[in-house]
Nanobody, 125 residues
Framework: VQLVESGGGSVQAGTSLTVSCALS?????????MGWFRQAPGKEHEFVAA????????YYADSVKGRFTISGDNAQNTLYLQMNALKPEDTAVYSC??????????????????WGQGTQVTVSS
């Protein structure tokens, strides 16, 4: 099983970017939960967003709520993170993760089972 992110890049503040996470060796719904995390230099992984397939409920960090949207495409076996109104503080390596987390652990990077390598997003002012 492998997760591969793509779509990162360097953008101006206020613009939009969508990053993707392709799952191979399994299907999205093999896992109950998929999430996005980000890591800035010298910092720990920070929860960004998660989606639980049973019911389709989504969860967001307060810092991105209203600006970012997590979604999945079962036909493409791909998870997406649409990011709008980007800010310089959104600069980080964005990674996806998959797991069978209980609700109380969806914001914890270590509680997932599979992780991607990440894609760099750089937002300049």
């Amino acid at each position: 099983v492998q997760l591969v992110e793509s779509g990162g890049g360097s953008v101006q503040a206020g613009t939009s970017l969508t990053v993707s996470c392709a799952l191979s060796g399994s299907t999205l719904r093999t896992y109950t939960t998929m999430g996005w995390f980000r890591q800035a230099p010298g910092k720990e992984h920070e929860f960004v967003a998660a989606i639980r397939w049973n019911g389709g409920r989504t969860y967001y960090a307060d810092s991105v709520k209203g600006r970012f949207t997590i979604s999945g495409d079962n036909a493409q076996n791909t998870l997406y993170l649409q990011m709008n109104a980007l800010k310089p503080e959104d600069t980080a390596v964005y990674s996806c993760a998959a797991g069978n987390n209980i609700l109380s652990t969806i914001r914890s990077y270590r509680n997932y089972r599979v992780w991607g390598q990440g894609t760099q997003v750089t937002v300049s002012s």
